[in-house]
């Protein structure tokens, strides 16, 4: 086997441990949500609220924290959290002059103040810091060329030819929303979700749908992971 094989080779292996890697910590991560849904007792927010500890899920309406309602970004809406990200399309040309279409993120960011999720009988605290959101409603969404000319994007400049695409997802006070995870108490006396020892969730989109979406792709994930494994070990036995 020639050098050019064998750095071939090589490269095939490493592309498969990263993807395989990839795939299993996507897989992992399903299954602590789904491991989260099954074990949390389901209450009210207000009844979450009156609990010392414990594992729950629940609903309520999103509404602004101690610090208020928050401005989306690029929309300007009003919210009680958001977050957007750039993404730049362009054409890329290799050593032997083929043209590729390679996309990348160059700009991307999230607000970290607190929300509440409550009903009429209670609220509890969720951070953005402490909890993963999911599937809320995109509120902006922009696609604009890029040619000779700079385009300015919240200060940021690209150029050089391409398609910037701009999106942002927001939750908008009076929001309903679906909460997991763990109660705790603040020393000021807010309860607040956490994650804990287990997943915490917040997401615009019922628990029980979320869930079962989550075990598709979980299980699509971890036969993609195992099929990567075996295809590497396969390049490994014809590397050694």
């Given at each position: 086997?020639?050098?050019?094989?064998?750095?071939?080779?090589?490269?095939a292996?490493?592309?498969?441990?990263?993807?395989?890697g990839?795939l299993?910590y996507?897989?992992?991560?399903?299954?602590?949500?789904?491991?989260?849904?099954d074990?949390?007792?389901?209450v009210t927010?207000?009844?979450a609220?009156?609990?010392?500890?414990?594992?729950?899920?629940?609903s309520?309406?999103a509404?602004?924290?101690?610090h208020?309602?928050?401005?989306?970004?690029?929309?300007q809406?009003?919210?009680v959290?958001w977050k957007?990200?750039?993404?730049?399309?362009?054409r890329q040309?290799?050593s032997?002059?083929?043209s590729?279409?390679?996309t990348?993120?160059?700009?991307?960011g999230?607000?970290?103040t607190?929300?509440?999720?409550a009903?009429?009988?209670g609220?509890?605290?969720?951070?953005?810091g402490?909890v993963?959101i999911h599937?809320?409603?995109?509120?902006?969404?922009?696609?604009?060329?890029v040619?000779?000319?700079?385009?300015?994007?919240g200060?940021?400049?690209?150029?050089?030819?391409?398609?910037?695409?701009?999106n942002e997802w927001r939750?908008?006070?009076g929001?309903p929303?679906?909460?997991?995870g763990?109660?705790?108490?603040?020393?000021e006396?807010?309860?607040?979700l956490?994650a804990?020892?287990?997943?915490?969730l917040?997401?615009?989109t019922?628990?029980?749908?979320f869930?079962?979406?989550?075990k598709?792709?979980?299980?699509?994930?971890a036969?993609g992971?195992?099929?990567?494994?075996?295809?590497?070990?396969?390049?490994?036995?014809?590397?050694?």
């Open positions: 086997m020639d050098d050019n094989a064998w750095i071939g080779l090589l490269i292996g490493v592309v498969l441990l990263a993807v395989a990839f299993g996507g897989a992992w991560k399903r299954w602590r949500w789904v491991q989260t849904f074990a949390a007792q389901e927010a207000g009844q609220a009156q609990q010392r500890r414990g594992l729950v899920r629940f309520g309406l509404q602004p924290g101690e208020g309602e928050l401005i989306a970004p690029v929309s809406g009003p919210c959290y957007y990200e750039v993404k730049e399309r362009y040309r290799d032997k002059g083929r590729r279409t390679r990348r993120v160059v700009d991307s999230a607000s970290d607190s929300f509440v999720i009903d009429d009988q609220a509890v605290t969720a951070w953005p402490d993963e599937g809320i409603q995109q509120s902006a969404a922009d696609s604009s060329s040619g000779g000319l700079s385009l300015n994007l200060g940021l400049q690209l150029g050089g030819g391409g398609t910037v695409q701009t939750i908008a006070p929001t929303v679906y909460a997991m763990e109660i705790a108490h603040s020393d006396g807010s309860v607040m956490r804990g020892d287990h997943a915490a917040v997401t615009g019922p628990l029980d749908a869930i079962a979406k989550q598709r792709n979980g299980l699509l994930m036969i992971g195992a099929a990567a494994i075996v295809a590497l070990a396969v390049v490994a036995v014809m590397v050694l």
